[in-house]
């Protein structure tokens, strides 16, 4: 087993970082994670992993969890404030500064965070931690941290996010509103589309990595994945993606976290724009005058 690596799938949400990291990890090197930033943030008895068991009945992480608090002076408790304090959003400006290692909460943060992907990397047999956390600030902080992150920036058409988010999100927290009318939804959606892909490209520049476009890697998953495999150093990847084309099935192994579709058992490659019937003229509107302009720079024109 090689040197411990973190693939770390950021972007927006509902941009198929599930379905990719599954499929990456069915590589003996890789394990898919999951969104192991909502490891510190879920409570325990509500965040399921793929096998099926909450959490806390899992073994697998049960395991992970106690061999880890054997190797680190923190609690979880005191880990989980550490992450608010270096993963959000809001952090990145602190993110950037030079004296940040320095720091004694950040050498901290720095030393669990390495002791827990290790033990990840020591239970799992593997060498390459899946992370699709998406949040650009964590796979930001894990690399301050001295851990060697490799950052994929998936990126889907926003107009996708919209609709993904409107049925979602909008009717999960927002239907019982009514003094939130849908369209200042839709404005808010298509922001934080730009914001988390502008954070995204940022990172980007900094990080090894690269730019994957849902749409091309649904088409020709092989192509992508020998372009992964570049970076991580996995020279059979691309293997795997033809394998993927060629309709082999996708286990989701213990991955916490995600598209519900992990829940679901073995998936297959299936292209899903179904999206496209559903948008409306004032979404399509509202989009392109906020994020159009980013949108085509990504190839997605209004």
Known sequence: MGALKVLYIGGTSFSGSTFLGAALSQHPQLFLAGELIGFVRHHPRTHKCSCGRLYHECSFWQETLQTWQRKTSLSLEDYRTL??????????????????????????YAAASRAFLQVLSELSQSSVIVDISKYPTRALALSRAGIDVVFVHLVKNGLAYLDSNTRRLYVRHYEDNPWWPRWRFWVRSALEWDLINLLAMDVSRRLPGLRLR????????????ARIGQRLEVDDLADYGDRLRRGAEIH???ALGGNLIRLRGPARLSPNSSWRSRITPTQRA?????????????????
């Not at 849902?214 to 994945?225: H, Q, S, V």
């Not at 509202?286 to 209004?302: D, E, F, S, T, V």
């Open 83 to 108: 992450c608010d304090r270096y993963e959000r959003i809001r952090a990145y400006p602190s993110l950037l500064s030079p004296g940040l290692p320095k720091e004694a909460a950040f050498r901290q």
């Open 214 to 225: 849902y749409e091309d890697y649904i088409t020709d998953p092989a192509a992508a994945f």
């Open 252 to 254: 989701f192994g213990h």
């Open 286 to 302: 509202i989009y392109c005058l906020l994020a159009g302009w980013l949108g085509k720079r990504y190839g997605y024109p209004c």
